[in-house]
């Protein structure tokens, strides 16, 4: 170790005490800074006032006391007598004694008068010190108090989670802004909890939808191998079976990437004419009514609408594909396209088997149909049929545009579906129009 150099100082490391926290800035702390502050300037502003008061009411008149015990009433510049008041005698004093005399009193009074008001100051200064510590501690009582139920939300929100989200604040107390909250929060756990149960029925119907195609395609395959004598026929029916399963397999991803797609909002919105599209979804579906033994009308005048028109083409084609699905032979199904007041409205009417009013919410959720068997032409069973998706794809594309879903049950069978879109300029004024395209966009494009 080398010694240090004679003369040199020594440098010794400086230790910091501990470093100073401020503490935790709570809402509880602010409410009490902000009472104890408002306390103040109130006391402050009332001590000045009082003080103002004071100095105007003893400005014309006070009383000095000599040091005899007699005392003199001044009036301004003038002495008077006055009850209890001794006015000094004029006797033997000269004109200039009596002036000396009469500003050395006034002199004295003033003095006093000041005395006064300041030890009016001091003590009112101190009471106001004393009560601003009460009113921050009053303070900081009170806005525990207040911010209790805030607490009680705090502490229950934390402990609901996904497996719990039928646990409920249930405020109680009177009808207040933070009962509003508690009841507003319960809104949205109920919201979510009904958006949880819906993902999971969706997962497992879909889990079921995708799997049955799955297994048809292994028990086809397994029963063409394990037969020795397979020939090229059954072998080539045998693979046109998988193509069949295959091809419902990829209709389903479509239909489950266009339901994600409309549920995930709009990037952009462009004008369209509503007839137009409509026009070539009903043209092209007048082979498929004519083999169902269904009569296909359209009615379509000019409308403007703004969103995406392919989304808008899917929603036209799922509602006539379900019009000429669910019908009966020799029925109808009625399209038209119309412009009300500057909004684009499009209405589908079928003919079918009676829909009760109980199960129309239940047809707007994934994977619910109807009845197969109640189905026209060849029925689910070619292959073709429904997959349960296309009322609530057309839900999602209807809210993604910001418009309107009427359905209908008609009393002698069918249904009667209307979408009324807003108006092109109320439309394209959006907040969505800035989300970038998302994957399943891309998904979406890819698969067509």
């Known amino acids: 170790m080398t010694a240090a150099p004679k003369g040199a100082m020594m440098r010794v490391p400086l230790r910091l005490p501990g470093k100073f926290r401020l503490p935790r800035q709570t809402v509880r702390l602010r409410l009490t800074l902000l009472y104890g502050v408002l306390f103040l300037l109130s006391g402050a502003a009332l001590l000045g006032i009082t003080y103002v008061l004071v100095s105007n009411a003893t400005d014309h008149g006070y009383t000095y006391t000599a040091p005899g015990g007699a005392s003199t009433?001044?009036?301004?510049?003038?002495?008077?007598?006055?009850?209890?008041?001794?006015?000094?005698?004029?006797?033997?004093?000269?004109?200039?004694?009596?002036?000396?005399?009469?500003?050395l009193l006034e002199a004295q009074a003033e003095q006093q008068r000041a005395d006064q008001l300041r030890e009016l100051l001091v003590q009112s200064g101190v009471a106001l010190c004393i009560m601003a510590?009460?009113?921050?501690?009053?303070?900081?009582?009170?806005?525990?108090?207040?911010?209790?139920?805030?607490?009680?939300?705090?502490?229950?929100a934390r402990e609901i989670s996904a497996n719990n989200l039928h646990e409920r604040l249930a405020l109680?107390?009177?009808?207040?802004e933070l009962k509003e909250l508690g009841d507003t929060i319960d809104d949205l756990l109920a919201r979510l909890e009904s958006a949880f149960q819906a993902q999971r029925r969706f997962i497992a119907n879909a889990s079921h939808e995708l799997r049955t195609p799955l297994a048809r395609q292994r028990v086809i395959v397994q029963v063409a191998l394990s037969d020795p004598d397979a020939t090229v026929e059954s072998l080539r029916a045998a693979h046109e079976r998988v193509l069949v399963s295959g091809e419902q397999q990829e209709r389903l991803i479509a239909a489950l990437l266009t339901l994600a797609r409309g549920q995930a909002g709009l990037d952009v919105r462009k004008p369209f004419d509503l007839a137009d599209v409509v026009?070539?979804?009903?043209?092209?579906?007048?082979?498929?009514?004519?083999?169902?033994?269904?009569?296909?009308s359209a009615r379509l005048a000019p409308a403007r609408a703004a969103g995406k028109a392919d989304l808008v083409e899917r929603l036209a084609v799922n509602l006539v594909d379900n019009a000429l699905r669910y019908n009966v032979p020799g029925g109808m199904?009625?399209?038209?396209?119309?412009?009300r007041a500057g909004q684009a409205v499009?209405?589908?009417?079928?003919?079918?088997?009676?829909?009760?009013?109980?199960?129309?919410?239940?047809?707007?959720?994934?994977?619910?149909?109807?009845?197969?068997?109640?189905?026209?032409?060849?029925?689910?069973?070619?292959?073709?049929?429904?997959?349960?998706?296309?009322?609530?794809?057309?839900?999602?594309?209807?809210?993604?545009?910001?418009?309107?879903?009427?359905?209908?049950?008609?009393?002698?069978?069918?249904?009667?579906?209307?979408?009324?879109?807003?108006?092109?300029?109320?439309?394209?004024?959006?907040s969505d129009t800035t989300r970038p395209t998302s994957a399943i966009d891309r998904g979406l494009t890819m698969s067509r």
């Open 73 to 103: 009433r001044v009036e301004g510049k003038h002495l008077e007598p006055g009850p209890g008041n001794v006015v000094v005698s004029a006797r033997g004093l000269t004109q200039e004694q009596l002036m000396e005399q009469s500003r």
């Open 133 to 156: 510590f009460l009113s921050i501690l009053l303070g900081w009582i009170v806005a525990g108090r207040v911010l209790r139920r805030v607490r009680t939300i705090t502490t229950t």
């Open 172 to 176: 109680e107390g009177p009808v207040d």
């Open 279 to 296: 026009r070539q979804v009903v043209a092209s579906r007048h082979a498929d009514a004519e083999s169902r033994g269904v009569r296909l």
């Open 333 to 339: 199904v009625d399209v038209a396209v119309a412009d």
């Open 346 to 430: 499009l209405s589908v009417t079928n003919t079918g088997p009676v829909v009760a009013d109980g199960d129309m919410e239940r047809l707007f959720q994934p994977f619910q149909r109807l009845n197969r068997t109640e189905r026209t032409g060849r029925g689910g069973g070619r292959g073709d049929g429904g997959l349960g998706l296309g009322l609530s794809i057309v839900q999602a594309i209807v809210t993604a545009h910001g418009a309107a879903l009427d359905a209908v049950p008609r009393p002698e069978g069918g249904l009667a579906i209307t979408v009324t879109f807003p108006p092109p300029h109320q439309a394209s004024s959006q």
